[in-house]
């Protein structure tokens, strides 16, 4: 088996945390396809062993939790949909993305050649679940404490901007994205097509193309425009598959 990489130290510092087992680090950031290589072939029970999902299947739930307190926590008066909307914004795939390109976690991953060589390190989804196994691996190393502060650290900008206003406004946006990047589709394109009303009543339209359609939606912001333009395109897609 491959000795233990040597850039841990580095990880650490990065993550913040240091591990008492480096064992779970080790597994947190190993890929499938890595474990795959090192057992014999037909060896599934071994090689689950050593990569990360399960630490991605329980950093997902832990991560979701330590949101949702804080949530709670900083926003008493909001109601339960408003929370959701903040939770599902926070914890979607896209935010985890961009919290671990912020962080580059992808350059500490392990990967089969296969999966190195197909540019793993640049995927959306892998860079997503490496976060949720190493907020995974930290929860069992040092306990629901450490995994907050490892959370508040990696989510620090979008937990300063979230609230239910924005949240509301990003749902729609964050669902359509997610869904188009599951099907491995372009991302959404806006484009904001005219502005109507005097400056204290402007009123936005929007139009948003995507890999099968477009739509136009209006909004008294361009966010909010583009919230309805989202909401749209998600209405048709289901239409279309009906």
């Not at 499938?32 to 950093?59: D, Y």
């Not at 869904?179 to 009123?203: D, N, T």
Request: hydrophobic letters at 45%.
């Amino acid at each position: 088996m491959e000795e233990l990489i040597p850039n841990l130290n580095l990880l650490e510092g990065v993550l913040g945390y240091q591990f008492r087992d480096r064992a779970l680090l080790e597994r947190a950031i190993t890929h499938r396809s890595w474990a795959h290589e090192q057992v014999a072939p037909g060896a599934e029970e071994q090689a689950r062993k050593l990569h990360n999902e399960a630490m991605e299947f329980l950093g997902d739930s832990v991560l979701g939790l330590l949101v949702a307190d804080h949530l709670c926590r900083f926003y008493p008066a909001a109601s339960e949909g408003e929370l959701s909307r903040m939770k599902h914004q926070l914890v979607s795939a896209v935010t985890l993305t961009k919290a671990s390109l912020r962080l580059q976690l992808g350059d500490y991953l392990r990967f089969g050649r296969g999966e190195e060589k197909s540019g793993g390190r640049r995927k959306d989804a892998i860079l997503a679940d490496v976060l949720e196994a190493i907020t995974g691996a930290i929860f069992l190393d040092g306990g629901l404490e450490a995994a907050r502060a490892f959370v508040e650290r990696a989510l620090s900008e979008e937990l300063a901007r979230v609230n239910p206003i924005n949240a509301a406004e990003a749902d729609y946006k964050t669902m359509l994205q997610e869904k188009l990047q599951a099907e491995h589709r372009s991302p959404p394109r806006y484009a904001v097509v005219e502005m109507a009303g005097p400056p204290h009543k402007r009123v936005f339209h929007v139009e948003l193309v995507w890999d099968g359609g477009s739509v136009r939606a209006q909004g008294r912001s361009i966010k909010a425009a583009e919230a309805a333009a989202a909401q749209q395109a998600l209405e048709t897609m289901k239409a279309d598959l009906a």
